[in-house]
């Protein structure tokens, strides 16, 4: 049975104890009858629990460009599939209201019937008469896009790497102390501490090139240093091998960066930060469109009326 707490006057809130949530609140509707919220969904939860990638950008890309029309069409999708799993559930849970009402509806009769017998056997032949008006339920969903949380991961994610991409872009001329055109020795070392602590955001995002980001991926970020500096401190010690070697950018393996190497390396991170950027710019654009479609498809579920089923039994009216 739903449990009625009663708030004020005739209005009462209708928990639902497997939804409800310490952010469920009530809010009269202007009529007499109940108010329920259901906060979230309990697919929802799930939903939200299945989500575990998001398009890489190249999945949603032409020509290195933004495809607006696959966008379109891709958010179109998502939010008419999250819409129907949304009404789905509420199909499900309304079933459920509507029986219980069924049930309190009867027991409202029973008690209009004990009133008249009452009236009735007082001799009172008023017309006046207070019987309870059937309760009504507006069920009020919380609709998201459970995704959404891993686009915003996926824009800070590109936002922090183009930064950092960026910051050890301009750090890399200082190394070269003695002016020579090559990184050797303490400048090579220096090189190689930061490229070993940030070689993963020269992979790309999708690092495994699946076509997909994983949380795993978006967790990658969460250890990456802020820049350059930090960087420099956190490999530092594990480069102090004299033999130690830049993977793919010391193609000779002698243990210096000539001049090729060092644009080599200097164009790897140049272009990172350049495609950070990019993406970072189209993940935003992700975000605010399913933001935006997010609220317009929640409107849906602002109100959603469930009245009770009728049932067989009627209210006795008192004999002449």
Partial sequence: MLALNRLAGSMY?????????PRTTWSGLGM???????????????????VRTVPASDTLTKDSDLDHRKLEEFINVAIAAHEKTAMAEFQVQRKKVEADLAKLEEERQDRERRRLRYKEMKGDTSTTTEEEKPPVVYMRVDFKVPELSMYRDALESCKKRGA?????????????????????????RAAAAIVRCTDRILRGLDSNKDG???QLELDASKSLPKDSAEAKRMSSSMVDAKDYRIPRFDADKDGVLDTSERKALSV???????QYLSEAAMYERIVKEFEARERTAALKFQSLEV????VATTAEKPKP
């Avoid at 790897?268 to 350049?274: E, G, R």
Wanted: include cysteine; proline fraction near 7%; aromatic fraction near 2%.
């Fill in 164 to 188: 950092l991409a960026q910051s050890i872009l301009e750090m890399l001329p200082s190394l070269d102390k003695d002016k020579d055109g090559q990184l050797a020795g303490d400048e090579y």
């Fill in 307 to 310: 009245r009770p089923v009728p």
């Fill in 13 to 21: 809130l209708v928990e639902v104890p497997q939804l409800m949530t």
């Fill in 268 to 274: 790897a991170y140049s272009s990172a930060a350049i």
């Fill in 212 to 214: 997909v980001i994983s």
């Fill in 32 to 50: 007499l009858g109940i108010a329920i919220l259901l906060c979230p969904l309990a697919s929802a939860r799930g939903e939200e629990e299945k």
